[in-house]
């Protein structure tokens, strides 16, 4: 396969555009669970919220203001094929410069500090969060979320021994959602990274998010745990913004990982109902 030339402002314009659309825009799959949610929760409570937050998006979408004010960590995923030639710049400045215009024309607020001591803002919400994955390719596929604090500091990893039963496994999740409470805006997307190491769990946890809400792990086990989850998840009775209620989460999205013999760890990564992410390949 010959090499192919993507240049680094082709990159930039890319990445603003996916974060000027999602702050903006959520996503369809997003919207119509909580339409079905609203459908069948009992409480009248639950079912405001939720009708709230669909009303919220519309607004968003219409006025082209963002879905919530928290606009978040500028999270960036990619996947660059071995045979793409970044031409004209540097791919991480690039993907800064393209977080630094969405932010900055675009009004969003600004949420990084460039010491977590010192806390000074770097008013330009950069740098990015970035992850890099080479695969085989002339092509990039630019993958973005912006993770809001709120359900970001609801989540938690645990390094579990590999005699670790499955239902010590959804205590932990369980556990974890609980104690996320309302400050994780509930409706949940949790999700989880079983597997690889203390550094890659978190990761496999968070890419999980940029799946379809309607899709299912492909292995048989880890769809069964997914739907197990979600029902004992939602029967809690946390429910919408945790006044009560069936919908504490959308969904819960497994991926997992090659581990060692002496290790089993779990990552949950709580997304809240504002679940902006959005991908692009150029
Ligand atoms: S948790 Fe989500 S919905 Fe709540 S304030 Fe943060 S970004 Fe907004």
Known sequence: MTMRKISANKITDTVRQLFLDISVYLPKDVSEK???????????????????????????????????????????FLEIGQNVNITGGNLTDAINEGVRQAYVKGYLRKSIVSDPLERKNTNDNTPAAIHTEIVPGNKLKISVISKGGG??????????????????????????VKKAGANA???????????????TVTTLAKKTLLRNLNSHNKNK?????????????NKTGIGPMALGGKTTALAVLIKTAPTHITSLPVAVNIQCHANRRKFRII
């Open 34 to 76: 909580i339409k079905i949610a609203s459908k069948s929760e009992k409480s009248i409570t639950a079912k405001n919220i939720l009708k709230q937050i669909l009303e919220n998006a519309k607004i968003s979408s219409n006025e082209k203001i963002p879905i919530c004010q928290d606009t978040g960590t500028a999270v960036v």
């Open 151 to 176: 359900a970001e500091n609801m989540s938690q990893i645990r390094m579990f021994p590999p005699s670790t039963s499955k239902e010590e496994i959804k205590g932990f999740v369980i556990d974890t």
């Open 185 to 199: 805006c509930p409706p949940l997307v949790i999700g989880i990274g079983i597997g690889g190491n203390f550094d």
């Open 221 to 233: 086990i880890y769809k069964n745990l997914e739907n197990e989850l979600l029902t004992e998840i």
